[in-house]
């Protein structure tokens, strides 16, 4: 199945189904001209928690800020949606709840680098959730040709060939190389 999340508050759930059972899932769709504050619409319950929210969004202040135009969150409000587990999107590193200071969340990363600066492991999310418990959380490599990155000095060198080389030494078979040459050729690049 495919859902497409479009509403900009939240609302009644989107319901999976699963190898264990029902699971609701809550999401958004942002838009700032809509609902500024999406967060503030999550709806609070006294029911056993279990479901899944789906968020797109930045969290100011992690490890990785660098702000932007997305759904910004300061980290207090993970805490706030009352849910056993928050999948964030955004962010294309993996990011397990650690990073999140105790909240339920955590980034999967991008499946598949989407520019030459990804280098690194891409992957998913296999997240085992249970009410009232953090979640089980392990990522997985999706098997896609990952970039590596690396840096060659192009001083000592004599050609193209031996610049060629320098990378295939320098960087893992397999990979997309991202390289930056550095340094003075005494060769036309």
Known sequence: SLYILVRPRFAAPITVETDSGALPVYGIGYDPAECRDPVATFPRTDAPRVPVTLVHALVRDADHWQGGSS????????????????????????????????????????????????????????????????????????????????EIDVSGLIDDVTVAEAAVELLPAGAIPAVRLVGEPTFPL
């Open 71 to 150: 759904l910004v969150l300061a980290p207090r409000a993970l805490h706030e949606i009352a849910v056993d587990y928050i999948a964030l999107g955004d962010h294309h590193r993996p990011r397990p709840p650690e990073a999140f200071d105790g909240a339920p969340a955590c980034y999967p990363g991008s499946f598949a680098a989407t520019d030459l600066t990804e280098a690194g492991p891409r992957g998913y999310m296999l997240v085992d959730v249970e009410p009232g418990l953090p979640p089980r959380v392990q990522h997985r490599d999706s098997g896609v040709t990952p970039v590596a990155m690396g």
